[in-house]
């Protein structure tokens, strides 16, 4: 959420990350401007997997719980003069924030298939937002069942089939 590149820099980190990976910005973010932060790491990030997700008129400081009054008055000093804004309000900004947030984290931390199409679609039809994900890089973690070999079963036979993590 609002990624501010550092010193040792982030941006240089970002390309040892392997696993799913999320960057959420505002375009209005004066403190930590998109294009000098958040792209340069999504750009870097080594997954396969990988989404960038900007909302539009989202602000730095707007991220907190709205409770950051030194968060916002750097922010202030910042813009000012920097001809930053329209800003959404808070609450328009977390709920554009959690739209995108919880269904992936749903996907890749709970391996729950259906978060992903629910991803997917408030990609497709949401708006507010702007966004970049790889084609076919990303999928939901779906299940593969083995039976073990396949088998002749007569009618009127009762077959038994267990179950057992992978690896057991």
Do not use: R
Not at 72 to 87: D, H, K, R, T
Not at 95 to 115: E, G, H, R, S, V
């Amino acid at each position: 959420l609002a990624a501010a590149d550092t010193d040792p820099s982030a941006i240089n980190a970002s390309s040892s990350i392997a696993v799913p990976s999320l960057v959420i910005s505002g375009t209005e973010d004066c403190v930590t401007p998109v294009g000098d932060h958040q792209i340069p790491m999504y750009q870097n990030i080594a997954a396969n997997c990988k989404a960038y997700y900007e909302i539009t008129g989202a602000a730095h400081c707007q991220f907190t719980n709205g409770n950051a009054t030194l968060c916002y008055f750097g922010e202030g000093v910042s813009c000012l003069f920097g001809g930053w804004g329209p800003f959404v309000s808070l609450s328009v900004q977390h709920q554009k924030m959690f739209d995108a947030l919880i269904p992936w984290l749903d996907t890749y931390m709970k391996d729950n298939c259906t978060a992903w199409t629910g991803f997917q679609n408030l990609l497709a039809t949401g708006s507010g937002f702007t966004y970049q994900v790889p084609a076919t890089s990303c999928s939901a973690a779906t299940p593969v069942a083995n039976a073990g070999p396949d088998q002749t079963v007569c009618a009127g036979t009762t077959v038994t089939l267990s179950a057992a993590p992978t690896g057991a």
